[in-house]
Each structure stands twice: as structure tokens, then as C-alpha cells.
């Protein structure tokens, strides 16, 4: 069964200090992976899609498939960042399959 | 131009009672979706349609019917409603077999069960 695991439900960091999100997940086959973020009381949004190594809001995430990981990085936090964030690998039948989340907070 | 929208936003009701959930994508996308987002913020899948099929179906109460009478649209119908159903669904989007298919989420209906 696929499985995610965000290890962290709340991660608190200083503006301007680096931030890195855990995700790691458990798929047989090759995964397609995504990072989802949900400010305050809005809707979810695509972050980050493993496939298009792309650099959004300063954020990247690497697949490491030797350690099954897909953490989000981000060098230097704004306050803006804060929200929850989602890791998240497509299912068989390409649905989501969403890890508990980590709220990250961000503080001046 | 909302590309997914959903109504109500907000929804509070009595336990027993029977209440549905619209929602519409103007994407032209073909798979449509039904989270269920609990307290702890936890998300899960709860149903999926392609192409007004069912394709997906979680283990959710029999009580929570989804209907799609058109691709634009998956309604969620819920019977009998508990304490439990108390909760904020999101609603999907995506086209399936373009290599991307990224998901576009709806707002959410925030659910109150009194």
C-alpha cells in the first residue's frame, strides 16, 4: 500500500532561518510526487511537483529514492510561508494520498 | 472565473437531517474528486469520477452518495447526518492523461453538525 509520513505536525522557525519539511513514502513502482500548501482558512494549492523540478516561492524538493524522501526546503522563511503543507504522492487510481501535514509558522 | 467553485461555503445543521454539496469546474477537466478534511486536518480521499464513472469509492458510510450528472459536476449527498460528518470537504479537479494532471482544489465546504 502506498503510504506518506510528514514526522512533523508543527515546525516553528525565525524569519529569515532555513526550513526543511520531512516527507517520506512508501510505493512500489515509480512514484509521482507533490508538496500542497494550504494558507489560513484558503483552499489547496500545488506547491511543487516532483517531475518538473521547479523552484516556486523559493521552495524546492528533491526525490531521493534511495531514502524515499521528497522533503521541501526553502533557504531563507518569510512570514507569508506560514501555512500547512502537504506531501503527497498520486495514487493508483490518481488520487492524492495525502500525509497528516505540517504546519509551519514562521515568527518575526 | 472560479475554476472550481462549491456551495454552500459554510453549512451547519441538525444530526439527522439530509444535506448536499455542489460543485462545478469550468477546467474541462475529466476526473473530479471528494477530500474530506477533519479536525486534526487530516485529508482523505472519499470518492472519484472519470467521465461521470465511478472510479473511486473509500470505505465512507453508504449514508454520503455522490452524484455526477455531467462531467462540470460532482454533487456529495449526505443522509442522516452524525456528528462525525462534521468536517470541510474539498473538491477536485484534474485531466487525466496529459502527464501533468495536477489537482485544482474548491474552496472547501466547512460542515457543522449540531
Known amino acids: 500500500a502506498q503510504r506518506v509520513t510528514q514526522p512533523e505536525k508543527l515546525l516553528s522557525v525565525f524569519k529569515g532561518a532555513p526550513v526543511e519539511l520531512k516527507c517520506n513514502y512508501s510505493y512500489s513502482g515509480s512514484p509521482e510526487l507533490f508538496w500542497y500548501v494550504q494558507y489560513s482558512r484558503q483552499r489547496l494549492q500545488l506547491l511543487l511537483r516532483?517531475?518538473s523540478r521547479e523552484s516556486i516561492k523559493g521552495f524546492t524538493a528533491d526525490l531521493n529514492k534511495g531514502e524515499t524522501s521528497f522533503h521541501l526546503k526553502k533557504p531563507f522563511a518569510q512570514e507569508e510561508d506560514s501555512a500547512m503543507y502537504y506531501c503527497?504522492?498520486?495514487?493508483?487510481?490518481?488520487?492524492?494520498?495525502f500525509g497528516k501535514g505540517t504546519k509551519l509558522s514562521v515568527k518575526p | 472565473d472560479t475554476a472550481v467553485s462549491q456551495t454552500p461555503k459554510y453549512l451547519v445543521t441538525q444530526m439527522g437531517n439530509d444535506k448536499s454539496i455542489k460543485c462545478e469546474q469550468n477546467?474541462?477537466?475529466?476526473?473530479m474528486y471528494w477530500y474530506k478534511q477533519d479536525s486534526k486536518k487530516f485529508l482523505k480521499i472519499m470518492f472519484s469520477?472519470?467521465?461521470?464513472?465511478?472510479?473511486i469509492n473509500e470505505t465512507v458510510p453508504n449514508r454520503f452518495s455522490p452524484k455526477s450528472p455531467d462531467k462540470a459536476h460532482l454533487n456529495l449527498h449526505i443522509n442522516s447526518l452524525e456528528l462525525g460528518d462534521s468536517a470541510v470537504y474539498f473538491c477536485?479537479?484534474?485531466?487525466?492523461?496529459?502527464?501533468?494532471?495536477?489537482?485544482?482544489f474548491g474552496p472547501g465546504t466547512r460542515l457543522l453538525v449540531l
Open positions: 469520477y472519470n467521465n461521470k464513472e465511478l472510479i
Open positions: 503527497a504522492p498520486r495514487g493508483s487510481q490518481g488520487n492524492l494520498i
Open positions: 477536485a479537479s484534474s485531466q487525466t492523461g496529459t502527464g501533468k494532471e495536477t489537482q485544482y
Open positions: 477546467l474541462g477537466h475529466d476526473t
Open positions: 516532483h517531475i
